[in-house]
């Protein structure tokens, strides 16, 4: 007769006693096959593994008692059930509450239908791959395995989520804020090392008056306290020759890509009046800047990011639309649409007009004057990644305004108390802080 089988859906990131107790004990029912969840099928649910699907198969399929790995591409069991209609399923039985309960009712009634059998073993008590996760966490993460992350999170979610940081508490808001919606836990992916809020909180205008050395200390503090990537805002990147450096100097220290705008001149921030006009870059001088950069990076991953100022200078769609593609032929790995219009109309119209030219090559755009628009639309549009480019900033400042006057009009701070985060509270965010 032949082997039974025996189904086991794993991420098979953290490989730990109590993985290796529920492949010995599925192993005994028959040949043991491992579904490991796909990097798609994980990001809309929790972070990324730290390790590559890849990489993760190489480590499960070595394991004793593993017949064969196969990928599920979908948070669902269902679908790899329905495909390879094994004899038994088998879960660690702590998936009775919570989100998790449904995804149980569901592979009761799918084994139900397949005449099979559901076995339900005592998860390993204190040894949960979740909480690992976030013991692992507070350990941080390499510049390599970060800088890669943001490549593999394009290709595993339909828009990447990036906030604005300008500093080490800021990066914390960004790798710990979460809300639950419709069951699914919901955060940021990465943070965007925006021009304009870096100068700002350091009292300085957004001129490309602070660089890239300064820049990098306020980096250094966000790369400590965080494991996701970022996304570097390089203004006009400065010379070709200067560019070059910038671009080993951001992957040396792990960030995932830098964005340069075609503009010249005086750099002024692109949400400044309308009477403010910048030139645009000859289209062939921003190439070459893009193409040495291309040329003079070390690692695959790192990524350059072509930003298209057109529609800021009052030129047409059709205009950014000749110059993305010039840059994507440089080499540009992504495109950065801008545009301080409100309807966000003109942005859909290059969106769409792109796709049809580049299925693949990542849009960015940044919904500061258009932020009616939703992340379903961008979506919809082909938009690839989403940045809120300057509101922790702007959220702090009129918090400690507030605070500010009302120490002055009492002449004391216990009124400014309900406004301020308890000292205890601040004491306890930090790790480490006894
Ligand atoms: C920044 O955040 O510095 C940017 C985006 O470059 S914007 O301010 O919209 O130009
Ligand atoms: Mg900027």
Request: proline share 4%; with cysteine; hydrophobic share 40%.
């Amino acid at each position: 007769m032949a082997m039974k089988t025996v189904y086991l859906g794993l991420t098979g990131d953290i490989i730990h006693p109590g993985i290796i107790n529920i492949i010995t004990e599925g192993a005994t029912y028959g040949n043991l096959i491992v579904g490991l969840l796909t990097d798609s099928a994980i990001a809309p649910h929790k972070r990324l593994p730290y390790l590559t699907f890849e990489q993760r198969k190489a480590v499960v399929q070595q394991i004793k008692g593993v017949v064969e790995v196969v990928p599920q591409e979908d948070w669902s069991y269902v679908p790899n059930l329905l495909k390879y209609k094994p004899d038994y399923i088998i879960h660690g039985d702590d998936w009775m509450t919570g989100p998790e309960s449904k995804i149980r009712a569901e592979v009761f009634e799918t084994m139900a239908r397949l005449g099979g059998e559901v076995i339900e073993i005592p998860y390993t008590k204190g040894l949960n791959s979740s909480a690992l996760v976030e013991q692992q966490r507070s350990l941080g993460t390499t510049p390599e395995i970060r800088l890669g992350t943001l490549r593999r999170l394009l290709a595993a979610k339909p828009i990447v989520r990036i906030l604005e940081v300008h500093h080490g508490l800021s990066g914390l808001i960004v790798e710990h804020v979460a809300v639950q919606k419709n069951g699914e836990t919901v955060s940021f992916d990465g943070m965007w090392s925006s021009s304009l809020t870096d100068s700002t909180s350091k009292g300085k205008p957004d001129i490309e008056a602070v660089d890239l050395t300064t820049r990098l200390q306020g980096i250094t503090d966000i790369l400590e306290c965080t494991t996701k990537p970022i996304i570097y805002d390089g203004d006009t990147g400065g010379l070709a020759e200067h560019f070059v450096y910038t671009v080993r100097t951001l992957e040396r220290n792990g960030v995932s890509a830098v964005i340069i705008e075609d503009k010249v001149g005086l750099k002024k921030n692109s949400l400044f009046g309308t009477d403010v006009k910048q030139d645009l870059a000859p289209i062939e001088e921003f190439s070459e800047k893009i193409s040495m950069g291309k040329r003079a990076q070390v690692t695959k991953s790192f990524m350059i990011i072509a930003r298209l100022e057109a529609l800021i200078a009052g030129q047409s769609v059709e205009e950014a639309l000749k110059r993305a593609f010039a840059y994507v032929e440089a080499g540009a790995d992504g495109v950065m649409i801008h545009s301080k219009e409100k309807s966000g109309d003109d942005i859909k119209a290059f969106c769409l007009a792109f796709r049809k030219v580049y299925s693949h090559i990542p849009i960015v755009v940044v919904p500061t004057t258009y932020n009616h628009r939703t992340e379903e639309e961008f979506i919809e549009w082909g938009v690839n990644i989403v940045i809120y480019a300057n509101h922790l900033l702007r959220a702090s400042y009129p918090a400690m305004v507030n605070v500010a006057q009302s120490i002055l009009e009492h002449g004391r701070s216990k009124e400014a108390d309900p406004l301020c985060m308890p000292i205890k509270e601040i004491l306890e965010l930090i790790p480490g802080t006894k």
